[in-house]
Protein backbone atom coordinates (compact mmCIF):
# COMPACT_ATOMS: atom_id res chain seq x y z
CA UNK A 1 0.00 0.00 0.00
CA UNK A 2 0.77 3.51 -0.39
CA UNK A 3 1.99 5.15 3.41
CA UNK A 4 3.71 8.47 3.93
CA UNK A 5 5.45 8.56 7.42
CA UNK A 6 6.11 11.97 9.38
CA UNK A 7 6.64 12.65 13.34
CA UNK A 8 3.50 13.46 15.15
CA UNK A 9 4.64 16.36 16.80
CA UNK A 10 7.94 18.42 17.17
CA UNK A 11 9.20 21.04 19.88
CA UNK A 12 11.55 23.78 19.21
CA UNK A 13 13.02 27.09 20.42
CA UNK A 14 12.39 30.57 18.71
CA UNK A 15 14.96 31.65 16.93
CA UNK A 16 16.56 27.67 16.44
CA UNK A 17 17.08 25.58 13.64
CA UNK A 18 14.37 22.14 12.90
CA UNK A 19 14.17 19.41 10.45
CA UNK A 20 10.58 17.63 9.94
CA UNK A 21 11.22 13.97 8.16
CA UNK A 22 9.10 12.84 5.45
CA UNK A 23 9.68 9.19 4.14
CA UNK A 24 7.27 7.50 1.69
CA UNK A 25 6.13 4.33 0.10
CA UNK A 26 4.19 5.28 -2.91
CA UNK A 27 3.14 3.83 -6.42
CA UNK A 28 5.49 5.63 -8.78
CA UNK A 29 6.53 9.12 -7.82
CA UNK A 30 5.52 12.70 -9.36
CA UNK A 31 6.56 15.32 -6.73
CA UNK A 32 6.01 16.41 -2.71
CA UNK A 33 4.79 18.81 -1.32
CA UNK A 34 4.98 20.67 1.76
CA UNK A 35 2.38 22.54 3.44
CA UNK A 36 1.42 24.81 6.20
CA UNK A 37 -1.18 24.36 8.59
CA UNK A 38 -2.47 26.63 11.35
CA UNK A 39 -5.50 25.28 13.46
CA UNK A 40 -8.39 26.03 11.74
CA UNK A 41 -7.25 27.19 8.82
CA UNK A 42 -6.72 26.20 5.11
CA UNK A 43 -3.14 24.66 3.93
CA UNK A 44 -1.10 26.75 2.32
CA UNK A 45 1.87 26.26 -0.18
CA UNK A 46 5.11 25.68 1.17
CA UNK A 47 7.23 24.02 -1.40
CA UNK A 48 7.54 21.37 -3.76
CA UNK A 49 10.23 19.35 -4.75
CA UNK A 50 10.64 16.47 -7.81
CA UNK A 51 14.35 16.18 -8.38
CA UNK A 52 16.66 15.53 -5.87
CA UNK A 53 18.58 18.08 -4.05
CA UNK A 54 17.86 20.92 -1.82
CA UNK A 55 15.35 23.84 -3.01
CA UNK A 56 15.65 26.77 -0.37
CA UNK A 57 13.15 29.41 0.26
CA UNK A 58 14.04 31.77 2.77
CA UNK A 59 13.76 30.62 5.81
CA UNK A 60 12.22 27.02 4.98
CA UNK A 61 14.23 24.49 2.69
CA UNK A 62 13.19 21.46 1.35
CA UNK A 63 15.65 18.30 0.58
CA UNK A 64 14.47 14.88 -1.48
CA UNK A 65 16.12 11.82 -2.18
CA UNK A 66 14.08 9.98 -4.10
CA UNK A 67 16.08 6.85 -4.05
CA UNK A 68 15.37 6.92 -0.22
CA UNK A 69 12.02 7.63 -0.43
CA UNK A 70 12.95 10.58 1.95
CA UNK A 71 12.20 14.34 2.29
CA UNK A 72 12.93 16.90 5.20
CA UNK A 73 11.44 20.14 5.60
CA UNK A 74 13.97 22.42 7.14
CA UNK A 75 12.76 25.77 9.42
CA UNK A 76 15.91 28.28 10.22
CA UNK A 77 14.88 31.28 12.69
CA UNK A 78 12.18 29.95 13.99
CA UNK A 79 9.66 32.50 14.89
CA UNK A 80 6.24 31.66 17.07
CA UNK A 81 4.15 31.86 13.88
CA UNK A 82 5.89 28.95 12.23
CA UNK A 83 3.69 26.96 15.43
CA UNK A 84 1.31 25.56 12.71
CA UNK A 85 1.21 21.73 11.13
CA UNK A 86 3.45 20.74 8.43
CA UNK A 87 2.06 18.19 6.10
CA UNK A 88 3.95 16.55 3.25
CA UNK A 89 2.62 15.10 0.34
CA UNK A 90 3.54 12.99 -2.53
CA UNK A 91 1.90 12.92 -6.18
CA UNK A 92 2.07 9.09 -7.73
CA UNK A 93 2.28 8.02 -10.59
CA UNK A 94 -1.65 8.50 -11.22
CA UNK A 95 -1.49 11.98 -10.12
CA UNK A 96 -2.96 11.40 -6.63
CA UNK A 97 -1.74 12.97 -4.16
CA UNK A 98 -1.27 10.84 -0.84
CA UNK A 99 -1.26 13.38 2.20
CA UNK A 100 0.66 12.27 5.41
CA UNK A 101 -0.99 12.88 8.84
CA UNK A 102 1.41 16.24 9.66
CA UNK A 103 3.68 17.00 12.01
CA UNK A 104 2.66 19.40 14.55
CA UNK A 105 5.14 22.14 15.33
CA UNK A 106 5.12 23.79 18.94
CA UNK A 107 7.35 26.97 19.07
CA UNK A 108 8.62 27.86 22.49
CA UNK A 109 9.67 30.89 23.73
CA UNK B 1 0.09 33.35 -6.76
CA UNK B 2 -3.18 31.62 -7.67
CA UNK B 3 -5.89 32.63 -5.79
CA UNK B 4 -9.12 29.88 -4.16
CA UNK B 5 -12.25 31.31 -2.78
CA UNK B 6 -14.24 29.09 -0.44
CA UNK B 7 -17.39 30.49 0.75
CA UNK B 8 -19.27 30.14 3.34
CA UNK B 9 -16.23 30.06 5.89
CA UNK B 10 -18.66 28.63 8.74
CA UNK B 11 -22.01 27.57 8.46
CA UNK B 12 -24.45 26.34 11.02
CA UNK B 13 -27.25 24.32 10.04
CA UNK B 14 -30.00 22.22 11.95
CA UNK B 15 -29.91 18.41 11.17
CA UNK B 16 -31.49 17.35 8.23
CA UNK B 17 -31.48 20.50 5.79
CA UNK B 18 -28.80 20.86 3.02
CA UNK B 19 -26.05 23.13 2.84
CA UNK B 20 -24.02 24.08 -0.40
CA UNK B 21 -20.53 25.40 -0.19
CA UNK B 22 -18.87 27.28 -3.74
CA UNK B 23 -15.76 26.77 -4.52
CA UNK B 24 -14.03 29.64 -6.88
CA UNK B 25 -10.75 30.03 -8.81
CA UNK B 26 -10.04 33.83 -8.87
CA UNK B 27 -7.56 34.06 -11.25
CA UNK B 28 -7.50 31.30 -13.26
CA UNK B 29 -9.25 27.99 -14.76
CA UNK B 30 -9.41 24.70 -12.82
CA UNK B 31 -10.44 21.84 -15.08
CA UNK B 32 -10.32 19.92 -11.78
CA UNK B 33 -10.78 20.66 -8.27
CA UNK B 34 -10.32 18.63 -5.02
CA UNK B 35 -13.13 17.71 -2.19
CA UNK B 36 -11.46 17.31 1.63
CA UNK B 37 -12.97 17.34 4.71
CA UNK B 38 -10.38 17.35 7.83
CA UNK B 39 -11.74 16.74 11.97
CA UNK B 40 -10.14 17.82 14.24
CA UNK B 41 -6.16 16.90 14.68
CA UNK B 42 -6.37 14.83 12.08
CA UNK B 43 -4.82 15.24 8.31
CA UNK B 44 -6.93 16.01 4.85
CA UNK B 45 -8.89 13.35 3.62
CA UNK B 46 -9.84 13.43 0.00
CA UNK B 47 -13.58 12.85 -0.62
CA UNK B 48 -13.78 13.72 -4.25
CA UNK B 49 -12.17 14.77 -7.25
CA UNK B 50 -14.25 17.60 -9.35
CA UNK B 51 -14.00 17.24 -12.79
CA UNK B 52 -15.53 20.39 -15.00
CA UNK B 53 -18.04 19.11 -16.78
CA UNK B 54 -18.25 15.81 -16.16
CA UNK B 55 -19.17 13.58 -12.78
CA UNK B 56 -16.96 13.72 -10.07
CA UNK B 57 -14.73 11.03 -8.85
CA UNK B 58 -15.79 9.97 -5.06
CA UNK B 59 -12.99 7.97 -2.63
CA UNK B 60 -13.65 4.86 -1.43
CA UNK B 61 -16.54 5.28 1.37
CA UNK B 62 -17.86 8.74 0.43
CA UNK B 63 -20.89 8.67 -0.36
CA UNK B 64 -22.01 10.52 -3.84
CA UNK B 65 -25.35 10.75 -3.28
CA UNK B 66 -25.21 12.73 0.39
CA UNK B 67 -22.32 14.97 -0.77
CA UNK B 68 -23.15 15.96 -4.29
CA UNK B 69 -20.60 17.94 -6.32
CA UNK B 70 -21.05 19.76 -9.19
CA UNK B 71 -18.02 21.52 -11.43
CA UNK B 72 -20.13 23.70 -13.59
CA UNK B 73 -17.93 25.86 -15.34
CA UNK B 74 -14.10 26.19 -15.20
CA UNK B 75 -14.03 28.36 -12.59
CA UNK B 76 -16.53 27.08 -9.83
CA UNK B 77 -17.18 23.88 -8.06
CA UNK B 78 -20.13 23.08 -5.10
CA UNK B 79 -20.25 20.86 -3.04
CA UNK B 80 -23.43 20.01 -1.14
CA UNK B 81 -24.27 18.27 2.28
CA UNK B 82 -27.56 16.65 1.61
CA UNK B 83 -29.88 15.84 5.00
CA UNK B 84 -26.59 17.26 6.97
CA UNK B 85 -26.78 15.26 10.36
CA UNK B 86 -24.32 15.84 13.37
CA UNK B 87 -21.63 13.58 12.18
CA UNK B 88 -21.14 16.22 8.96
CA UNK B 89 -19.60 18.80 10.81
CA UNK B 90 -16.35 18.87 9.42
CA UNK B 91 -14.11 21.09 8.06
CA UNK B 92 -14.24 21.07 4.49
CA UNK B 93 -12.22 22.44 2.11
CA UNK B 94 -11.60 22.59 -1.41
CA UNK B 95 -8.27 22.96 -3.73
CA UNK B 96 -7.99 23.59 -7.37
CA UNK B 97 -4.89 22.86 -9.74
CA UNK B 98 -3.00 25.68 -11.18
CA UNK B 99 -1.36 25.45 -14.57
CA UNK B 100 1.34 22.68 -15.92
CA UNK B 101 3.21 22.16 -13.08
CA UNK B 102 0.18 20.79 -10.65
CA UNK B 103 0.36 22.80 -7.93
CA UNK B 104 -2.26 22.94 -5.77
CA UNK B 105 -3.94 25.61 -4.09
CA UNK B 106 -6.64 25.72 -1.42
CA UNK B 107 -9.18 27.50 -0.26
CA UNK B 108 -9.97 28.75 3.22
CA UNK B 109 -11.70 26.00 3.86
CA UNK B 110 -15.53 25.88 5.37
CA UNK B 111 -16.49 24.93 8.96
CA UNK B 112 -19.74 23.08 9.00
CA UNK B 113 -21.52 22.57 12.28
CA UNK B 114 -24.41 20.22 12.42
CA UNK B 115 -27.36 21.06 15.21
Known amino acids: GQNIDQPTEMTATEGAIVQINCTYQTSGFNGLFWYQQHAGEAPTFLSY??LDGLEEKGRFSSFLSRSKGYSYLLLKELQMKDSASYLC??????????WGAGTKLIIKP | GAVVSQHPSRVICKSGTSVKIECRSLDFQATTMFWYRQFPKQSLMLMAT?????????EQGVEKDKFLINHASLTLSTLTVTSAHPEDSSFYIC???????????FGEGSRLTVL
Open chain 2, 95 to 105: SAVAGDGGELF
Open chain 2, 50 to 58: SNEGSKATY
Open chain 1, 49 to 50: NV
Open chain 1, 89 to 98: AVRDSNYQLI
